[in-house]
């Protein structure tokens, strides 16, 4: 009983911290090679941000389909557009050090 009621305990605190953390999202299509070596790329970071996908091919994102069909992967940044075709690690390590020095 107690395993049981243990993980509802903690969403709370889970919750909190995935709300503090940047959201870092990916527009992205099945099959897409860029974009599963963009992902790979991540992983070092990825305990700093939390990652979404947008499938742009699925007709409810026909707007993202329209503007990055021929440019992805593409990534924001809580919203904001950070970069496209490559991961560059460097200014996403500088993107989220300052979210990280914003969020205190």
Request: charged fraction near 25%.
């Amino acid at each position: 009983m107690f395993l049981l009621s243990r993980p509802a305990a903690l969403q709370p605190r889970i919750s909190r911290l995935f709300s503090t953390l940047p959201t870092l999202t990916l527009f992205t299509k099945d099959p897409c090679p860029l974009c599963d070596e963009a992902k790979d790329e991540l992983e070092p970071l990825k305990h700093r941000f939390v990652f979404q996908q947008v499938d742009i091919s699925l007709p409810e994102n026909r707007a993202w389909w329209d503007r990055y069909r021929w440019d992805i992967p593409v990534f924001h940044l809580n919203g904001q557009f950070v970069m496209k075709h490559r991961v560059d690690v460097v200014l996403l390590d500088k993107l989220l050090q300052d979210a990280e020095t914003h969020e205190t």
